[in-house]
């Protein structure tokens, strides 16, 4: 089994619609959990990284983080065109000074927004 | 632009062959991190370097290796390649002075390396 599980999707919504992206992990010691964007054939770029449980919103982007349930989301509303790209969870234990740290991710999901 | 450079953008080899693959963090960085990404593995983390020393090593077969030079750029280098290792090589670079909450990595365009 994988320490992160995410749905490869493909997903594909109207433009306007809210999009609900998920993962689920299994490792108790992630603290810190990030969603990256990765447009085809480019390096994933960090959108939003939250510590620990709650809610953190960033514009049209709402990451939210329930640690008990070991299950994150992410929430794009008023979608545009320009949203359609690979979403990528992403996790990583406390940092370490000196170090950082290595992520573990998700397999992507793949979204479309449609005109 | 995350401001990490990686070289070549694309390389094609046949298999049993040796390549290596470059990267530069971003300036002031001290930490590279080099992963893969395939279709059916998803991004995966590799090895990382802290200025010039191994930190940490991932699910990184024996026929890879890595080292980090003074100028703190890096190399990965691929031996005896097999079909399988077709995939994305990304570095990302991150600056774990302590000046940022988070460590977030900043990834490069990647290398995009196909095996025939």
């Known amino acids: 089994q994988k320490e992160v599980e995410q749905d490869p999707g493909p997903l594909s919504v109207p433009e306007g619609a809210i999009v609900s992206l998920n993962c689920t992990y299994s490792?108790?010691?992630?603290?810190?959990f990030m969603w990256y964007r990765q447009y085809s054939r480019k390096g994933p770029e960090l959108l939003m990284y939250t510590y620990s449980s709650g809610n953190k919103e960033d514009g049209r982007f709402t990451a939210q983080v329930d640690k008990s349930s070991k299950y994150i989301s992410l929430f794009i509303r008023d979608s545009q065109p320009s949203d359609s790209a690979t979403y990528l969870c992403?996790?990583?234990?406390?940092?370490?000074?000196?170090?950082?740290?290595?992520?573990?991710f998700g397999t992507g999901t793949q979204l479309k927004v449609e005109l | 632009d995350s401001g990490v450079t990686q070289t070549p953008k694309h390389l094609i080899t046949a298999t049993g062959q040796r390549v290596t693959l470059r990267c530069s963090p971003r300036?002031?960085?001290?930490?590279v991190y080099w992963y893969q990404q395939s279709l059916d593995q998803g991004l995966q983390f590799l090895i990382q370097y802290y200025n010039g020393e191994e930190r940490a090593k991932g699910n990184i077969l024996e026929r890879f290796s890595a080292q980090q030079f003074p100028d703190l750029h890096s190399e990965l280098n691929l031996s005896s390649l097999e079909l399988g290792d077709s995939a994305l090589y990304f570095c990302?670079?991150?600056?774990?002075?302590?000046?940022?909450?988070?460590?977030?990595?900043?990834f490069g365009p990647g290398t995009r390396l196909t095996v025939l």
């Open positions: 300036s002031g960085d001290l930490s």
């Open positions: 490792n108790s010691a992630f603290q810190y």
């Open positions: 990302a670079s991150s600056d774990p002075s302590g000046r940022n909450t988070y460590n977030e990595q900043f």
């Open positions: 992403a996790m990583t234990q406390r940092r370490v000074t000196g170090g950082g740290n290595k992520l573990t």
